[in-house]
């Protein structure tokens, strides 16, 4: 069975379940990661140094499976491998203690859960097809879990031990593996499947067509600056808030409506895409972003103001993370299509986390400083960004608006 020729509606049912649950162990994971390193004994700075491994192997971990699962096309035996390898080492984290041992433990869960996420969404765009503007709708159901569990772990962390993290993301491991049986296994032809272009008069495979390297490079380079700079706020923004008095069911709902006005931006990107074109949407996104970081290291200590600026994360997450998989998919032909999201896994979370985690932790002085070195990245990724992206260029991978 073949989702590709369903309705949209099918497709959704299929997909979502698996964004669902990946996203909620996210929730579970990274914003509470910090608080249960220290809680059990490590430095600001050991944490900070764990959670930078655990990003960083990101460079390497997406091209594990991603060049096995384009030449096999079992996306989803890849997929289901590594949520089992998620499940295990994650429990782990239970069995011992210490720096090494954490390290080691949460070093090789960040192998599977950095593995596994090109290969989901280069099953959604192979999936969706000439629908792949509508991937946020698919997406923000990612955003509705981890908002679900950032919110309810506010609350049960008030009462209950940091352990009840490890024993979550076993639990969710578990049921990202049955959700892929929802999706049917695509055969080889069909993922590697190549629309047709037409230049010229003439019908042409879109893998023939020239990889627009120079644009590739760029957008590169923009997800890595922007990562690093929302490494601060992946990793500190729990304890910086509770340094600044904040409680810790207030913190949980400040994260989690920032991942719901998200939501309301993957429900609506398709639109944006019809009137704006992915330069100017970057663009103003990062500017805005600049302005977030700025206002955030001055002015955290009012609940008002920061949860006006959690309103920015539809912009600030939603649309650069939105236009750069738009991107990617558009540069990208479809028989390298797991390879695209892989280097965009390999240079955002994987190099632009490791380096802003490691700057953050070497900052870290409970003040706003990691905050003002965020928004200079930012700015040299909106600077990348406005003077660098093309739109649509001619003759190239990249090019023909083939949707």
Not at 191 to 215: C, F, M, T, W, Y
Not at 223 to 239: E, H, R
Not at 312 to 319: K, M, N, P, Q
Not at 345 to 359: D, P, R
């Given at each position: ?182 999706i049917p296994e695509q055969e080889k032809s069909v993922v590697a499947h190549e629309p047709k272009v037409e230049l010229g008069g003439s019908a042409i495979n879109r ?61 609506y990107i398709s639109r944006l895409f019809n009137h704006f074109s992915e330069r100017h949407l970057m663009s103003f996104a990062l500017l805005v972003t600049v302005l ?60 632009g986390l490791f380096i802003g985690n490691l700057l953050a932790g070497w900052l870290w002085q409970g003040t706003g400083l990691i905050y003002l070195q965020a928004a ?28």
């Amino acid at each position: 069975m073949s989702l590709a020729n369903t309705s949209f509606t099918e497709k959704v049912w299929r997909l979502s379940p698996m964004y669902l649950l990946y996203f909620t162990l996210f929730g579970v994971f990274m914003p509470y990661i910090a608080r249960f390193l220290t809680a059990n004994g490590l430095t600001e700075q050991e944490a900070s140094s764990i959670i930078a491994v655990v990003n960083g192997v990101n460079v390497f971990a997406p091209f594990l499976f991603s060049v096995l699962a384009d030449r096999s096309g079992r996306r989803l035996f890849y997929i289901r491998l590594g949520y089992v390898g998620m499940g295990v080492f994650y429990l782990l984290a239970l069995a011992g203690s210490g720096f090494w041992y954490y390290l080691t433990v949460f070093g090789l869960f960040g192998v599977f859960l950095s593995a596994v996420l090109p290969q989901m969404e280069a099953i959604t765009l192979a999936i969706l097809g000439r629908e792949r503007s509508r991937y946020g709708q698919i997406r923000f159901w990612g955003s509705l879990g981890f908002v679900v569990v950032v919110w309810a772990l506010g609350f049960l962390l008030e009462t209950y031990s940091v352990a009840i993290l490890p024993i979550a993301g076993g639990v969710l491991s578990l049921l990202m593996f049955l959700s892929t049986f929802l999706i049917p296994e695509q055969e080889k032809s069909v993922v590697a499947h190549e629309p047709k272009v037409e230049l010229g008069g003439s019908a042409i495979n879109r893998s023939a067509l020239q990889i627009d390297r120079r644009q590739i490079a760029i957008l590169l380079a923009v997800i890595f600056f922007w990562q690093v700079g929302m490494a601060p706020y992946n990793t500190f923004f729990d304890l910086f808030l509770r340094l600044q008095g904040f409680s810790t069911t207030s913190i949980g709902f400040l994260i989690s409506f920032g991942a719901i006005c998200e939501i309301a931006i993957f429900i609506y990107i398709s639109r944006l895409f019809n009137h704006f074109s992915e330069r100017h949407l970057m663009s103003f996104a990062l500017l805005v972003t600049v302005l977030r970081w700025l206002i955030m290291a001055r002015f955290a200590d009012s609940f008002v103001i920061v949860l006006l600026l959690q309103s920015l994360h539809a912009l600030t997450f939603g649309v650069v993370h939105s236009v750069a998989v738009h991107r990617i998919g558009r540069l990208f032909p479809a028989n390298k299509a797991s390879q695209g999201q892989g280097m965009y896994v390999a240079f955002g979370s994987g190099a632009g986390l490791f380096i802003g985690n490691l700057l953050a932790g070497w900052l870290w002085q409970g003040t706003g400083l990691i905050y003002l070195q965020a928004a200079m990245w930012s700015l040299l990724a909106l600077l990348l960004t406005w003077f660098g992206f093309k739109d649509k260029p001619a003759g190239v991978a990249g090019g023909p608006d083939i949707d």
